[in-house]
């Protein structure tokens, strides 16, 4: 028996399903990690493999860093929490709200689903109203009132048990890309405190919003002065430096950073407009508060992670975009010719294939593909000593780390996976 297979039987006595988080499962078991480097990882039973998954996104940088790694040792020896403030968590603020204008204060959390439940109250705080709308297959962390037609992990859950109606009623799903559904529904109702939306879905898959649907929205909410949350947890630091916000040119009124911002320790953002985030107390009365907020070891690996991103962004982020799209379209090419049906969409350095033959533009198309199929694919990966996220739900990911013999190795793998699904 494999140790990994021991080690999840092991598991399952301790832990609920033998994992921490419910998308780290797989079939028949998940691999046990015994460490990482670059754009490697290695499971107990000693396989390598190449990593795509990269902490759901949050290795920018490959795993192992030197610099943020060097920098976490030398805070590890000078104290690791405290309890009171730091000029860290000041310099941290300044780098981030350098790269996002629209961030003019910053409060430092722990967990992305922290910084986007503190998100959602600063905007019915700030607007003295109720009601949230947010996009049918958008993950935004697993707390009461975004748990709703979700994706990541929870894509097959229309509402998690365990919360009770009295939230969900707070919360207004409408679909992805429909700007017309937002418009009117906002239209028509006077209770909306927030809207919130990933600028790129990446938690359905990898879905990219229509041109128009993100602009349209910003001048609506504008308008009637609903405040909008970029949740920006996985493209933060991804799509570009300055994230989507960067990107698309978009100033949201609200964003949520996490997974890339420390390249791999425990640490997340929320900030805004300022007359937003003064709601927070002690001052104003949103209550937000956590022990750990800004501790040391985390703000220092995050501090490292942004100066080193972004004295290399000119190289990182053209380099990335070109292997990503130079993988799609090998990928692509073998689906193509072992007839397969497929969509593969991709931005920056983030990738997903769908087995269908529609495009996958929301939730619902996203869930029509092939779920089998990619489960398939996620297998003869595996075995290739290729690791993607073990679900259609998620989004594959290139780090900085990715060597282009690495990608070469990845397209012969992808081939090789899918002639095993043709036949
Ligand atoms: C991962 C993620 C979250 C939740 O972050 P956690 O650190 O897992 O709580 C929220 N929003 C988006 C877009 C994410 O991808």
Known sequence: MSKSKSLFENAKRVIPSGVNSPVRFFKPYPFFVKKAKGSKIWDEDGNQYIDYCTG???MLLGHRNSKVISSVVRQLK????????????????????????????????????????????????FTKKKKIIKFEGCYHGAHESMLVRAGSGSAGIPVSDGIPDDFIKNTIVLEYNNYEKLENVIKKNDDIAGVIVE?????????????????NMRKIT?????PLIFDEIITGFRM???????????????????????NGFVISAVGG????????SPNGNVYEASTFAGNPISTRAAIASLHTMYSLKNKIYPKLAKQCLSLTKSIRESATKYGIEHQVNTISSMFQIFFTDKPVTDYTSSKLADGKKFHKLFSGLLNEGIFIAPSQFETGFLSYAHTDSDLEKTMHSYDYALRQIRT
């Not at 790129?200 to 993100?214: A, E, H, K, Q, S």
């Not at 504008?222 to 609903?226: L, S, T, Y």
């Not at 570009?240 to 420390?262: R, V």
């Open 56 to 58: 759901y996104g949050a």
């Open 78 to 125: 000078i104290g690791t929490m405290y309890g009171a403030p730091t000029d860290l968590e000041v310099e941290l603020a300044i780098l981030i709200r350098r790269a996002y204008p629209s961030m003019q204060k910053i409060r430092l959390v722990n967990t992305g689903s922290e910084a986007t439940m503190t998100a959602i109250r600063l905007a019915r705080g």
């Open 199 to 215: 600028p790129v879905l990446c938690n359905m898959g990898l879905i990219l919003p229509n041109n128009d649907f993100l602009m």
């Open 222 to 226: 504008r308008r009637e002065g609903i």
């Open 240 to 262: 570009s430096y300055g994230g989507a916000q960067e990107k698309f040119g978009i100033k949201p009124d609200i964003t949520t950073l996490g997974k890339s911002l420390s």
């Open 273 to 280: 407009k300022n007359e937003i985030m003064e709601q927070l």
